[in-house]
């Protein structure tokens, strides 16, 4: 029976796996994983039932796929063992910052690598995981990265050009959404709420719209315009946003967000 094996068994790997698990696509009985020297990976396997690998050449008999799920700087201690028995095998990386080339370099006999980044609502299913391959990949391939990212939410398959700008906008975006929150339930604050209430005020407002837009599928713009009329209480608000230029500092960030991904990425 064809294993999916994960080398690292930290949070991220826990929401891959039980993603997995919950979707139907593997049972526990068909992962296996392996983590450093401390608890996370038989404790994942404790909880969830998967196979725990007391050694690589264990974590590899069976398994066709390979999800690299440890620190990113773990890879520069990957062995010539480690490589050697990935070879033939697809690697799936998640680790942030770390090139199509680095992963070849580490996996250089592998049948394809791939680089991803997921985001944290992948947690709950919810996430969005931008990748890509460092060669052509079969269709088998392909409906194996479909399962494994389909475990943490929807994905896009993206040149790696573009990573860096994927991780200054999904990768941190959740940031940006938490602060947005943040900010909002300050104002309630300043406005006169009492912190339990302006925090339910903050959040629900902010999940209920996000709620909304994912299930009407329509431009923001449309849904923004619905809650507007020509110079009334919304139009008061979004026009000081204007003025300060919201939409200016938000591009300022993601540009920030970029160049410094570029100057980690290694
Ligand atoms: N968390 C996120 O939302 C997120 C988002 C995007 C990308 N990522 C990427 O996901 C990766 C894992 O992040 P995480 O948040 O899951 O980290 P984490 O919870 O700290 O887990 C790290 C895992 O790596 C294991 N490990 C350490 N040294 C190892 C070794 N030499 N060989 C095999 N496994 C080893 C640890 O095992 P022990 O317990 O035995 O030490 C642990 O299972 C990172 O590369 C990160 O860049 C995470």
New binding site residues.
């Given amino acids: 029976m064809v294993e999916i094996a994960f080398?690292?068994?930290?949070?991220?790997?826990a929401a891959m796996v039980e993603g997995l698990i919950a979707k139907g696509t593997y049972p526990p009985g068909r992962i296996v994983c392996?983590?450093?020297?401390?608890?996370?990976?038989p404790a994942l396997a404790k909880r969830i039932g998967v196979r725990l690998a007391r050694s690589h050449e264990e974590l590899l008999s069976q398994a066709d796929t390979l999800v690299v799920?440890?620190?990113?700087h773990?890879l520069a201690?990957v062995s010539a063992r480690l490589s050697a028995l990935a070879a033939g095998r697809l690697v799936v990386s998640?680790?942030?910052g770390k090139r199509l080339a680095a992963l070849a370099l580490a996996f250089p006999g592998a049948r394809n690598v791939i680089r991803s980044?997921?985001?944290?609502p992948?947690q709950i299913g919810a996430g969005l995981t931008g990748w890509c391959a460092s060669g052509p990949l079969c269709a088998a391939d392909r409906a194996t990265l479909e399962e494994i990212f389909g475990a943490l939410g929807r994905h896009i398959e993206l040149p790696e050009a573009q990573m860096d700008a994927f991780t200054a906008i999904s990768?941190c975006g959740p940031a940006y959404v938490f602060e947005f929150a943040a900010a909002l339930r300050d104002a309630g604050l300043a406005v006169g709420f009492d912190s339990a209430a302006a925090k339910l005020l903050a959040v629900e407002t902010l999940v209920g719209a996000a709620r909304l837009l994912a299930v009407r599928n329509v431009d923001p713009e449309v849904l923004r315009s619905e809650v507007t009329s020509p110079n009334g209480v919304t139009a008061a608000g979004l026009r000081r946003m204007a003025d300060r230029d919201f939409r200016g500092i938000l591009l300022e960030a993601i540009v920030a967000a970029r160049a410094r991904s570029e100057e980690l990425s290694a």
């Fill in positions: 080398l690292g068994a930290g949070s991220m790997a392996m983590g450093g020297t401390g608890a996370s990976a799920a440890f620190k990113p773990n201690g998640v680790l942030a980044m997921p985001n944290t992948g990768g």
